[in-house]
């Protein structure tokens, strides 16, 4: 069997349980995450419409968006990568067609109307459940191949109960979808009861400052979780550390007090492999 993409997120799911997945907003983010030792990277809705574009996770972005910043990090890392098509814009097929030509390893498309709020925000509305099933069927007319994966999202436990998301989840499962996203789950049982009732591996996404608590590894283990996401933990810690840096020059004229704060010239080039001539 050839080495796609695919085949590659598949095989990181093999090997490590759960999966541990980073989430990057660049390329070099990417590289970074990389030599920590994660194995598979994703690329978030909310990260290209906060860092790329400055602006609220409304379902404003649009694949030509998320296309610039997917492409720059699957060209420059080994990596599989997971993508957040939203709601797949105009055409899924398409969505899924072009990603995938770029290098994309997997996506995630979701159940909530095309203005979208985050996952963890309240008024959240939902499609019903047959408009998300064409939604999912036509994701995976755009695989390139069997191996590519369609993950279908579903935010209903914040909106119709866990009961209702499952039923959801397993009418996606039926479309098409390979694996489960469960968005906002609030207790480990919750976890337990959608990988109890699905046949697919499940996605637990442990974001900060949301409805879901910050489980370990562990504690998620036990459910029987296959992967777990970090989206933008790794970007927020950045945008607070930029601010510090920011105000201390502003403030004090100099960024002499923070300069310990910072990464070296020579972690730079460690990071991104480069030899600069002597």
């Known amino acids: 069997m050839p080495t796609t993409p695919g085949t590659l997120f598949r095989a990181a799911l093999t090997a490590e349980h759960p999966l541990q997945i980073a989430g990057v907003i660049n390329a070099y983010a990417a590289l970074i995450a990389q030599q920590v030792g994660f194995k598979a990277l994703y690329l978030s809705g909310a990260g290209v419409a906060n860092h790329s574009l400055g602006i609220p996770d409304c379902g404003d972005t649009t694949l030509a968006d998320v296309l610039v910043d997917a492409e720059r990090i699957a060209q420059r890392t080994a990596l599989p990568l997971l993508v957040d098509i939203d709601t797949g814009w105009d055409d899924p097929t398409i969505a899924v067609q072009k990603l ?159 300069v310990g704060n910072m990464q070296t010239r020579a972690e730079l080039y460690r990071t991104l492999g480069y030899e600069p001539p002597n």
């Not at 989840?169 to 390979?178: K, L, M, P, R």
């Not at 879901?212 to 970090?230: F, H, I, K, N, Q």
């Open 100 to 258: 995938s030509a770029v290098g994309v390893a997997a996506v995630h498309i979701e159940d909530q109307v095309p203005a979208k709020l985050c996952g963890h925000l309240p008024g959240k509305q939902l499609v019903p459940t047959e408009e998300m099933t064409t939604r999912v069927q036509s994701a995976v007319a755009g695989k390139p191949d069997a191996e590519f994966v369609v993950m279908a999202r579903t935010d209903a436990a914040a909106v119709e109960g866990v009961s209702a998301a499952i039923a959801r989840a397993q009418a996606y499962i039926a479309a098409g979808a390979d694996m489960i996203f469960a968005e906002a789950l609030h207790t480990l049982d919750e976890y337990q009861a959608f990988t109890k009732a699905v046949e697919v591996p499940v996605l637990a996404n442990i974001t900060e400052f949301g409805q879901t608590p910050y489980y370990s590894l562990d504690e998620l283990r036990s459910t029987g979780v296959a992967m777990v996401l970090y989206p933008l933990s790794a970007s927020r810690a950045a945008a607070a550390a930029s601010l510090e840096v920011y105000q201390a020059i502003r403030h004090h004229g100099s960024q002499k007090s923070v």
